[in-house]
Protein backbone atom coordinates (compact mmCIF):
# COMPACT_ATOMS: atom_id res chain seq x y z
CA UNK A 1 0.00 0.00 0.00
CA UNK A 2 2.62 2.68 1.09
CA UNK A 3 4.65 1.81 -2.07
CA UNK A 4 2.01 2.65 -4.04
CA UNK A 5 0.69 6.01 -2.46
CA UNK A 6 1.68 8.83 -4.41
CA UNK A 7 3.13 11.86 -2.24
CA UNK A 8 0.32 13.35 -0.48
CA UNK A 9 -0.62 17.29 -0.45
CA UNK A 10 -2.52 18.61 1.71
CA UNK A 11 -4.83 17.91 4.85
CA UNK A 12 -5.54 13.89 4.70
CA UNK A 13 -7.18 13.05 7.74
CA UNK A 14 -9.18 9.82 9.34
CA UNK A 15 -10.59 11.29 12.50
CA UNK A 16 -12.41 8.38 14.65
CA UNK A 17 -13.03 9.70 18.37
CA UNK A 18 -14.85 7.26 20.48
CA UNK A 19 -16.88 8.47 24.03
CA UNK A 20 -19.47 7.35 25.80
CA UNK A 21 -22.39 7.46 23.88
CA UNK A 22 -20.91 9.41 20.74
CA UNK A 23 -18.87 8.02 17.70
CA UNK A 24 -17.50 10.55 15.26
CA UNK A 25 -15.51 9.05 12.08
CA UNK A 26 -15.21 11.46 9.39
CA UNK A 27 -12.46 11.34 6.79
CA UNK A 28 -11.19 14.40 5.33
CA UNK A 29 -9.02 15.37 2.62
CA UNK A 30 -8.38 19.34 2.18
CA UNK A 31 -5.78 19.86 -0.97
CA UNK A 32 -3.61 23.17 -0.22
CA UNK A 33 -5.44 25.99 -1.50
CA UNK A 34 -8.86 25.28 -0.83
CA UNK A 35 -11.49 25.10 2.18
CA UNK A 36 -13.63 22.61 3.51
CA UNK A 37 -16.47 23.46 5.76
CA UNK A 38 -17.87 20.97 8.23
CA UNK A 39 -21.22 21.85 8.80
CA UNK A 40 -23.56 20.24 11.50
CA UNK A 41 -25.56 21.41 14.67
CA UNK A 42 -24.14 21.15 18.20
CA UNK A 43 -23.29 17.91 19.01
CA UNK A 44 -22.45 16.58 15.56
CA UNK A 45 -18.69 16.71 16.45
CA UNK A 46 -17.74 19.52 15.05
CA UNK A 47 -15.57 20.88 17.39
CA UNK A 48 -13.83 17.44 18.31
CA UNK A 49 -13.01 17.67 14.40
CA UNK A 50 -11.56 20.54 14.97
CA UNK A 51 -9.56 19.92 18.39
CA UNK A 52 -8.03 16.88 16.76
CA UNK A 53 -6.80 18.82 13.86
CA UNK A 54 -5.13 21.28 15.76
CA UNK A 55 -3.85 18.48 18.26
CA UNK A 56 -5.24 19.18 21.52
CA UNK A 57 -6.76 16.23 21.52
CA UNK A 58 -5.87 12.66 21.25
CA UNK A 59 -7.71 10.20 18.87
CA UNK A 60 -9.17 7.19 19.65
CA UNK A 61 -7.95 5.86 16.24
CA UNK A 62 -7.49 7.06 12.40
CA UNK A 63 -4.66 9.47 11.12
CA UNK A 64 -4.18 12.67 10.32
CA UNK A 65 -1.35 13.56 7.95
CA UNK A 66 -0.30 17.19 5.96
CA UNK A 67 1.89 17.51 3.19
CA UNK A 68 4.19 14.54 3.98
CA UNK A 69 4.19 15.30 7.53
CA UNK A 70 2.56 12.39 9.51
CA UNK A 71 0.51 14.09 12.48
CA UNK A 72 -1.25 11.48 14.20
CA UNK A 73 -0.82 7.73 13.42
CA UNK A 74 -0.86 4.87 15.73
CA UNK A 75 0.88 5.88 18.66
CA UNK A 76 2.11 8.79 17.23
CA UNK A 77 0.96 12.11 18.41
CA UNK A 78 2.47 15.39 17.73
CA UNK A 79 1.76 18.07 20.28
CA UNK A 80 -0.49 21.44 19.74
CA UNK A 81 2.72 23.34 20.08
CA UNK A 82 4.39 21.95 17.87
CA UNK A 83 2.28 20.68 14.63
CA UNK A 84 1.44 24.68 13.29
CA UNK A 85 -2.22 24.38 13.00
CA UNK A 86 -3.18 27.89 12.45
CA UNK A 87 -6.37 27.98 14.62
CA UNK A 88 -9.02 30.90 15.10
CA UNK A 89 -10.75 30.12 18.15
CA UNK A 90 -14.52 30.39 18.31
CA UNK A 91 -14.54 33.96 20.61
CA UNK A 92 -11.43 34.55 18.86
CA UNK A 93 -9.73 34.26 22.08
CA UNK A 94 -7.41 36.80 22.20
CA UNK A 95 -4.95 37.33 24.87
CA UNK A 96 -6.83 40.04 26.94
CA UNK A 97 -4.16 41.50 28.39
CA UNK A 98 -1.99 41.81 25.29
CA UNK A 99 -1.90 44.48 22.54
CA UNK A 100 -3.04 43.06 18.95
CA UNK A 101 -0.02 43.17 17.55
CA UNK A 102 1.53 41.34 21.15
CA UNK A 103 -1.19 38.82 20.11
CA UNK A 104 0.14 38.59 16.48
CA UNK A 105 4.11 38.68 17.96
CA UNK A 106 2.80 35.64 20.01
CA UNK A 107 3.25 32.68 18.28
CA UNK A 108 6.72 33.82 16.45
CA UNK A 109 7.90 34.90 20.32
CA UNK A 110 6.89 30.85 20.83
CA UNK A 111 9.10 30.10 18.34
CA UNK A 112 11.98 31.58 19.31
CA UNK A 113 12.21 34.98 17.03
CA UNK A 114 13.87 38.03 19.13
CA UNK A 115 11.46 40.33 20.62
CA UNK A 116 12.37 42.94 17.65
CA UNK A 117 11.94 40.87 14.83
CA UNK A 118 8.86 39.35 15.86
CA UNK A 119 6.85 42.51 16.50
CA UNK A 120 8.12 43.66 13.26
CA UNK A 121 6.80 40.65 11.42
CA UNK A 122 3.66 40.87 13.25
CA UNK A 123 2.94 44.77 12.51
CA UNK A 124 3.59 43.92 8.88
CA UNK A 125 0.64 41.14 9.38
CA UNK A 126 -1.71 44.03 10.97
CA UNK A 127 -1.02 46.75 8.06
CA UNK A 128 -1.60 43.61 5.42
CA UNK A 129 -4.70 43.07 7.44
CA UNK A 130 -5.77 46.81 7.57
CA UNK A 131 -5.10 46.68 11.35
CA UNK A 132 -2.35 49.08 11.77
CA UNK A 133 -4.21 51.99 13.68
CA UNK A 134 -5.22 49.22 16.23
CA UNK A 135 -1.60 47.74 16.73
CA UNK A 136 -1.64 48.67 20.75
CA UNK A 137 -5.09 48.74 21.55
CA UNK A 138 -6.20 45.77 23.63
CA UNK A 139 -8.52 43.07 22.60
CA UNK A 140 -11.41 44.88 24.48
CA UNK A 141 -11.75 47.63 22.87
CA UNK A 142 -11.96 45.69 19.30
CA UNK A 143 -15.24 45.00 17.49
CA UNK A 144 -16.06 42.05 16.04
CA UNK A 145 -14.74 41.73 13.13
CA UNK A 146 -11.12 44.09 13.85
CA UNK A 147 -10.57 41.03 16.90
CA UNK A 148 -11.76 38.80 14.00
CA UNK A 149 -9.09 39.62 11.75
CA UNK A 150 -6.54 40.20 14.67
CA UNK A 151 -7.29 36.70 15.58
CA UNK A 152 -6.60 35.37 11.54
CA UNK A 153 -2.87 37.52 11.52
CA UNK A 154 -2.21 35.67 14.95
CA UNK A 155 -3.14 32.48 13.36
CA UNK A 156 -1.51 33.22 9.51
CA UNK A 157 1.62 34.81 10.81
CA UNK A 158 3.13 31.99 11.59
CA UNK A 159 2.37 31.02 7.55
CA UNK A 160 0.74 27.38 8.60
CA UNK A 161 0.20 24.73 5.97
CA UNK A 162 -3.19 24.01 8.01
CA UNK A 163 -5.87 26.34 9.14
CA UNK A 164 -8.36 25.86 11.47
CA UNK A 165 -11.82 28.49 11.59
CA UNK A 166 -14.24 27.30 14.24
CA UNK A 167 -17.39 29.29 14.25
CA UNK A 168 -16.12 31.90 12.46
CA UNK A 169 -18.69 34.54 12.57
CA UNK A 170 -20.60 33.47 15.87
CA UNK A 171 -18.99 35.87 17.53
CA UNK A 172 -20.48 38.74 15.45
CA UNK A 173 -23.42 40.76 15.00
CA UNK A 174 -25.96 40.36 12.50
CA UNK A 175 -25.10 43.78 10.68
CA UNK A 176 -21.63 43.36 10.25
CA UNK A 177 -21.15 39.44 9.25
CA UNK A 178 -22.31 39.93 5.83
CA UNK A 179 -18.85 42.65 5.68
CA UNK A 180 -16.64 40.38 7.86
CA UNK A 181 -17.53 37.05 6.12
CA UNK A 182 -16.57 38.73 2.79
CA UNK A 183 -13.75 40.00 3.52
CA UNK A 184 -12.38 37.02 5.32
CA UNK A 185 -13.69 34.83 1.67
CA UNK A 186 -10.95 37.18 0.24
CA UNK A 187 -8.28 36.40 2.64
CA UNK A 188 -9.21 32.54 2.26
CA UNK A 189 -8.81 32.66 -1.24
CA UNK A 190 -5.40 34.10 -1.05
CA UNK A 191 -4.05 31.44 1.57
CA UNK A 192 -1.93 28.96 0.13
CA UNK A 193 -2.76 26.14 2.65
CA UNK A 194 -5.24 23.92 3.52
CA UNK A 195 -8.38 25.48 5.79
CA UNK A 196 -11.03 23.30 7.90
CA UNK A 197 -13.52 25.60 8.66
CA UNK A 198 -16.20 24.60 11.17
CA UNK A 199 -19.65 26.11 11.60
CA UNK A 200 -23.38 25.58 12.42
CA UNK A 201 -24.24 28.26 9.72
CA UNK A 202 -24.80 27.15 5.88
CA UNK A 203 -24.33 30.78 4.91
CA UNK A 204 -20.37 30.84 6.08
CA UNK A 205 -20.05 27.40 4.00
CA UNK A 206 -21.54 28.80 0.60
CA UNK A 207 -19.44 31.85 1.26
CA UNK A 208 -16.54 30.29 2.05
CA UNK A 209 -15.70 26.92 1.46
CA UNK A 210 -14.69 25.04 -2.06
CA UNK A 211 -16.19 21.86 -0.11
CA UNK A 212 -18.81 20.79 2.21
CA UNK A 213 -18.92 17.98 4.48
CA UNK A 214 -22.28 17.67 6.81
CA UNK A 215 -22.21 16.32 10.29
CA UNK A 216 -24.75 14.50 12.23
CA UNK A 217 -24.24 12.79 15.78
CA UNK A 218 -20.47 12.63 14.67
CA UNK A 219 -21.26 10.88 11.22
CA UNK A 220 -20.94 12.02 7.39
CA UNK A 221 -24.43 12.74 5.75
CA UNK A 222 -23.27 14.27 3.39
CA UNK A 223 -20.30 15.60 1.24
CA UNK A 224 -18.97 17.25 -1.92
CA UNK A 225 -18.67 20.43 -3.37
CA UNK A 226 -20.53 23.12 -1.26
CA UNK A 227 -23.15 24.25 -4.28
CA UNK A 228 -23.42 20.55 -5.34
CA UNK A 229 -24.36 20.03 -1.53
CA UNK A 230 -26.87 22.84 -1.42
CA UNK A 231 -28.64 21.84 -4.78
CA UNK A 232 -29.46 18.24 -3.85
CA UNK A 233 -29.14 17.66 -0.59
CA UNK A 234 -29.49 14.33 0.18
CA UNK A 235 -32.22 14.00 2.68
CA UNK A 236 -34.59 16.89 4.79
CA UNK A 237 -32.09 17.43 7.39
CA UNK A 238 -29.55 18.27 4.97
CA UNK A 239 -32.14 20.46 2.85
CA UNK A 240 -33.61 21.92 5.87
CA UNK A 241 -29.97 23.19 6.83
CA UNK A 242 -29.43 24.51 3.55
CA UNK A 243 -32.67 25.60 2.57
CA UNK A 244 -32.75 27.92 5.42
CA UNK A 245 -29.23 29.55 5.13
CA UNK A 246 -28.98 29.86 1.72
CA UNK A 247 -30.56 33.06 1.42
CA UNK B 1 -49.54 59.44 50.31
CA UNK B 2 -47.68 56.70 48.70
CA UNK B 3 -43.80 58.23 48.31
CA UNK B 4 -43.16 59.98 45.30
CA UNK B 5 -39.66 58.35 44.79
CA UNK B 6 -39.61 54.94 42.75
CA UNK B 7 -38.94 52.92 45.82
CA UNK B 8 -38.49 48.86 45.97
CA UNK B 9 -42.15 48.44 46.54
CA UNK B 10 -40.97 45.78 48.77
CA UNK B 11 -39.10 48.69 51.02
CA UNK B 12 -36.02 47.34 53.01
CA UNK B 13 -38.25 44.43 54.42
CA UNK B 14 -36.30 44.07 58.09
CA UNK B 15 -38.29 43.25 60.80
CA UNK B 16 -38.64 46.10 63.93
CA UNK B 17 -36.96 44.10 65.89
CA UNK B 18 -33.93 43.58 63.94
CA UNK B 19 -32.62 46.68 64.17
CA UNK B 20 -32.02 46.87 67.73
CA UNK B 21 -28.72 44.14 67.81
CA UNK B 22 -27.92 45.16 64.43
CA UNK B 23 -27.13 48.70 66.04
CA UNK B 24 -25.66 46.85 68.86
CA UNK B 25 -23.44 44.29 66.72
CA UNK B 26 -22.05 47.46 64.92
CA UNK B 27 -21.38 49.00 68.18
CA UNK B 28 -19.60 46.54 68.86
CA UNK B 29 -17.70 46.35 66.47
CA UNK B 30 -16.41 50.35 66.16
CA UNK B 31 -16.75 51.34 69.47
CA UNK B 32 -13.77 49.97 70.62
CA UNK B 33 -11.63 51.39 67.88
CA UNK B 34 -13.08 54.56 68.84
CA UNK B 35 -11.88 54.28 72.30
CA UNK B 36 -8.56 53.28 70.42
CA UNK B 37 -8.36 56.21 68.53
CA UNK B 38 -9.73 58.64 71.38
CA UNK B 39 -6.89 57.17 73.90
CA UNK B 40 -3.73 57.64 71.30
CA UNK B 41 -1.51 60.75 72.64
CA UNK B 42 -2.06 62.33 69.70
CA UNK B 43 0.58 65.39 70.84
CA UNK B 44 3.33 63.00 71.73
CA UNK B 45 2.76 60.72 68.45
CA UNK B 46 6.35 61.62 66.96
CA UNK B 47 8.36 61.36 70.19
CA UNK B 48 6.98 58.07 71.23
CA UNK B 49 8.03 56.83 67.77
CA UNK B 50 10.87 57.98 67.73
CA UNK B 51 12.30 57.33 71.28
CA UNK B 52 10.95 53.71 72.02
CA UNK B 53 11.09 51.00 70.49
CA UNK B 54 8.26 51.30 68.04
CA UNK B 55 10.37 51.61 65.19
CA UNK B 56 12.14 49.49 65.33
CA UNK B 57 9.43 46.60 66.02
CA UNK B 58 7.53 48.59 62.82
CA UNK B 59 10.88 48.20 60.76
CA UNK B 60 11.04 44.23 61.73
CA UNK B 61 7.59 43.93 61.56
CA UNK B 62 7.48 45.02 57.98
CA UNK B 63 10.41 43.14 56.83
CA UNK B 64 9.30 40.00 57.78
CA UNK B 65 5.52 40.97 56.55
CA UNK B 66 7.40 41.32 52.98
CA UNK B 67 9.57 38.51 53.87
CA UNK B 68 6.69 36.47 54.30
CA UNK B 69 4.51 37.61 51.50
CA UNK B 70 7.64 36.77 49.16
CA UNK B 71 7.94 32.89 50.43
CA UNK B 72 4.29 33.17 49.78
CA UNK B 73 4.04 34.32 46.26
CA UNK B 74 6.86 31.43 45.51
CA UNK B 75 5.61 28.77 47.34
CA UNK B 76 1.60 29.54 47.09
CA UNK B 77 1.23 30.51 43.79
CA UNK B 78 2.49 26.81 42.17
CA UNK B 79 0.47 25.10 45.17
CA UNK B 80 -2.69 27.32 44.38
CA UNK B 81 -1.82 25.91 40.29
CA UNK B 82 -1.96 22.46 41.58
CA UNK B 83 -4.72 22.60 43.55
CA UNK B 84 -6.75 24.65 40.45
CA UNK B 85 -6.06 21.81 38.14
CA UNK B 86 -6.33 18.76 40.32
CA UNK B 87 -9.96 18.61 38.71
CA UNK B 88 -8.95 15.29 37.23
CA UNK B 89 -7.62 13.94 40.48
CA UNK B 90 -9.67 11.43 42.77
CA UNK B 91 -12.04 13.61 44.22
CA UNK B 92 -10.48 12.17 47.80
CA UNK B 93 -7.45 13.36 46.98
CA UNK B 94 -8.34 16.49 45.71
CA UNK B 95 -10.42 17.79 49.10
CA UNK B 96 -7.76 16.38 51.60
CA UNK B 97 -5.32 18.79 49.68
CA UNK B 98 -7.45 21.21 50.37
CA UNK B 99 -7.96 20.74 53.39
CA UNK B 100 -4.77 20.36 54.07
CA UNK B 101 -4.20 23.73 52.82
CA UNK B 102 -7.08 25.63 54.53
CA UNK B 103 -5.87 24.02 58.12
CA UNK B 104 -3.78 27.14 59.38
CA UNK B 105 -6.47 28.95 58.74
CA UNK B 106 -8.76 27.64 60.95
CA UNK B 107 -6.10 26.13 63.93
CA UNK B 108 -4.95 28.82 66.32
CA UNK B 109 -1.52 30.27 65.35
CA UNK B 110 -0.07 28.89 69.13
CA UNK B 111 -0.85 25.25 67.90
CA UNK B 112 1.01 26.33 64.15
CA UNK B 113 3.80 27.73 66.20
CA UNK B 114 4.10 24.77 68.58
CA UNK B 115 3.86 22.45 65.94
CA UNK B 116 6.53 24.41 63.88
CA UNK B 117 8.83 23.87 67.37
CA UNK B 118 8.51 20.69 66.42
CA UNK B 119 9.34 20.73 63.14
CA UNK B 120 12.34 23.10 63.24
CA UNK B 121 13.28 23.26 66.93
CA UNK B 122 17.04 21.80 67.56
CA UNK B 123 15.04 18.57 68.55
CA UNK B 124 12.61 18.80 65.95
CA UNK B 125 11.76 16.14 63.05
CA UNK B 126 13.81 17.98 60.56
CA UNK B 127 15.83 20.68 62.93
CA UNK B 128 17.52 18.19 64.26
CA UNK B 129 19.02 17.52 61.21
CA UNK B 130 19.23 21.46 60.39
CA UNK B 131 21.45 21.68 63.78
CA UNK B 132 23.79 18.83 63.18
CA UNK B 133 24.53 18.94 59.84
CA UNK B 134 24.51 22.95 59.08
CA UNK B 135 24.54 24.21 62.48
CA UNK B 136 21.14 25.72 61.88
CA UNK B 137 19.41 27.16 64.61
CA UNK B 138 16.00 28.25 63.68
CA UNK B 139 13.55 29.17 66.32
CA UNK B 140 14.13 32.51 68.08
CA UNK B 141 15.56 34.23 64.88
CA UNK B 142 14.37 36.58 62.42
CA UNK B 143 14.03 33.89 59.81
CA UNK B 144 11.38 31.72 62.31
CA UNK B 145 9.29 35.18 62.21
CA UNK B 146 9.26 35.14 58.33
CA UNK B 147 8.32 31.07 59.01
CA UNK B 148 5.73 31.65 61.48
CA UNK B 149 4.13 34.11 59.30
CA UNK B 150 4.47 32.43 55.77
CA UNK B 151 2.42 29.13 58.00
CA UNK B 152 -0.30 31.16 59.13
CA UNK B 153 -0.73 33.81 56.10
CA UNK B 154 -0.13 31.14 52.67
CA UNK B 155 -3.81 29.75 52.64
CA UNK B 156 -5.06 33.60 51.52
CA UNK B 157 -2.38 33.93 48.73
CA UNK B 158 -3.23 30.38 47.91
CA UNK B 159 -7.13 29.96 48.17
CA UNK B 160 -7.11 33.96 46.32
CA UNK B 161 -4.87 32.30 43.74
CA UNK B 162 -6.70 29.25 43.04
CA UNK B 163 -9.82 31.12 43.28
CA UNK B 164 -8.50 33.67 39.98
CA UNK B 165 -6.93 30.52 38.30
CA UNK B 166 -10.36 28.64 38.14
CA UNK B 167 -12.15 31.66 37.00
CA UNK B 168 -9.41 32.40 34.34
CA UNK B 169 -10.94 30.82 30.43
CA UNK B 170 -8.43 27.79 29.81
CA UNK B 171 -9.27 28.02 26.17
CA UNK B 172 -6.87 30.88 26.21
CA UNK B 173 -4.04 28.28 27.13
CA UNK B 174 -5.54 26.26 24.40
CA UNK B 175 -4.71 29.12 21.55
CA UNK B 176 -1.39 29.85 23.26
CA UNK B 177 -0.18 26.07 22.83
CA UNK B 178 -1.36 26.22 18.66
CA UNK B 179 0.77 29.18 18.98
CA UNK B 180 3.19 26.72 19.48
CA UNK B 181 4.15 27.95 23.45
CA UNK B 182 5.72 25.62 25.70
CA UNK B 183 3.66 24.80 29.16
CA UNK B 184 6.07 27.42 30.57
CA UNK B 185 5.92 30.08 28.11
CA UNK B 186 1.85 29.32 28.30
CA UNK B 187 2.28 29.81 32.59
CA UNK B 188 4.36 33.30 32.57
CA UNK B 189 3.15 34.52 29.14
CA UNK B 190 -0.47 34.14 29.62
CA UNK B 191 -1.81 32.50 32.98
CA UNK B 192 0.12 34.00 34.80
CA UNK B 193 -1.12 37.49 33.64
CA UNK B 194 -4.48 36.66 33.81
CA UNK B 195 -4.69 36.01 37.28
CA UNK B 196 -2.52 38.69 38.36
CA UNK B 197 -5.32 40.58 40.51
CA UNK B 198 -6.03 37.24 41.91
CA UNK B 199 -1.59 37.06 42.82
CA UNK B 200 -2.25 40.93 43.79
CA UNK B 201 -5.09 40.46 46.45
CA UNK B 202 -3.84 37.36 47.53
CA UNK B 203 -0.04 39.00 47.95
CA UNK B 204 -2.34 41.81 50.03
CA UNK B 205 -4.17 39.77 52.56
CA UNK B 206 -1.05 37.58 53.37
CA UNK B 207 0.54 40.74 54.14
CA UNK B 208 -2.06 42.23 56.46
CA UNK B 209 -2.13 38.64 57.77
CA UNK B 210 1.43 38.51 58.19
CA UNK B 211 1.92 41.48 59.98
CA UNK B 212 -0.93 41.07 62.75
CA UNK B 213 0.61 37.63 63.30
CA UNK B 214 1.37 37.28 67.14
CA UNK B 215 0.66 33.72 68.71
CA UNK B 216 3.00 31.69 65.88
CA UNK B 217 5.67 34.23 66.06
CA UNK B 218 6.07 34.63 70.11
CA UNK B 219 5.52 30.89 70.34
CA UNK B 220 8.23 29.89 67.77
CA UNK B 221 10.30 32.78 67.58
CA UNK B 222 9.71 34.12 70.70
CA UNK B 223 9.92 38.23 71.85
CA UNK B 224 13.60 39.14 71.41
CA UNK B 225 14.01 43.38 70.22
CA UNK B 226 15.14 43.99 67.01
CA UNK B 227 15.14 40.06 66.10
CA UNK B 228 11.34 38.74 66.50
CA UNK B 229 9.69 41.52 68.75
CA UNK B 230 7.05 42.59 66.19
CA UNK B 231 4.57 45.27 66.12
CA UNK B 232 1.64 42.99 67.36
CA UNK B 233 4.32 41.65 70.17
CA UNK B 234 5.80 45.05 70.97
CA UNK B 235 1.90 46.49 71.49
CA UNK B 236 1.28 43.62 73.98
CA UNK B 237 4.00 43.73 76.16
CA UNK B 238 3.91 48.00 75.68
CA UNK B 239 0.35 47.65 77.55
CA UNK B 240 1.77 47.04 80.64
CA UNK B 241 5.06 48.76 80.69
CA UNK B 242 4.54 51.87 78.40
CA UNK B 243 0.75 52.31 77.45
CA UNK B 244 0.72 55.40 75.16
CA UNK B 245 3.27 53.37 73.10
CA UNK B 246 0.46 50.35 73.00
CA UNK B 247 -1.24 52.61 71.90
CA UNK B 248 0.56 54.07 69.03
CA UNK B 249 1.74 50.80 67.62
CA UNK B 250 -2.14 49.56 67.75
CA UNK B 251 -2.52 53.14 65.98
CA UNK B 252 -0.51 52.31 63.38
CA UNK B 253 -1.19 48.64 62.70
CA UNK B 254 -5.09 49.74 62.58
CA UNK B 255 -3.87 52.07 59.63
CA UNK B 256 -2.31 49.28 57.98
CA UNK B 257 -5.54 47.02 58.49
CA UNK B 258 -7.82 49.74 56.62
CA UNK B 259 -5.02 50.26 54.00
CA UNK B 260 -5.48 46.62 53.13
CA UNK B 261 -9.32 46.82 53.37
CA UNK B 262 -8.87 49.83 50.74
CA UNK B 263 -7.02 48.34 48.70
CA UNK B 264 -9.44 45.43 48.60
CA UNK B 265 -12.30 47.42 47.98
CA UNK B 266 -13.74 46.43 44.74
CA UNK B 267 -13.35 42.50 46.12
CA UNK B 268 -14.61 42.60 49.29
CA UNK B 269 -16.48 45.61 50.61
CA UNK B 270 -18.53 45.06 47.30
CA UNK B 271 -19.00 41.46 47.80
CA UNK B 272 -17.69 40.27 45.05
CA UNK B 273 -15.06 37.87 46.13
CA UNK B 274 -16.30 34.58 44.19
Known sequence: MSALSTRASGLDAVIVVERPAFRLDLALAVPPGTVTAVVGPNGSGKSTTLRALAGLLRMTSGHIRLGDRVLDEGDLHVTAASRGAGVVFQDYLLFPHLSALENVAFGLHAHGMPHKAALGQAREWLDRFALADFAGIRPGQLSGGQAQRVALARAMVLEPELLLLDEPMAALDASTRVEVRAELAAKLRSYGGSTVLVTHDPTDALALADEVVVLDHGSVVQRGPVRAVARAPVNDYVAGLFGSGAA | ?274
Open chain 2, 1 to 274: MPKTKPVDRRGSGIPGILWLPAGLGLAFLVLPLIALIGQVPWAQLGSIVVTSDVAQSLGLSLECGIGATIVCLVLGVPLAWVLARSGGWHPVLRRGLRALVTVPLVMPPVVGGIALLLLLGRRGLIGTYLDAWFHIDLPFTTPAVIISESFVAMPFLVLAVEGALRAADRRLEDAAETLGASRWMIFRRVTLPLVAPGVTAGAVLCFARALGEFGATITFAGNFPGVTRTMPIAAYLALETDPPAAYVISLVLLVVSIGVLFAMRDRWVSGLTS
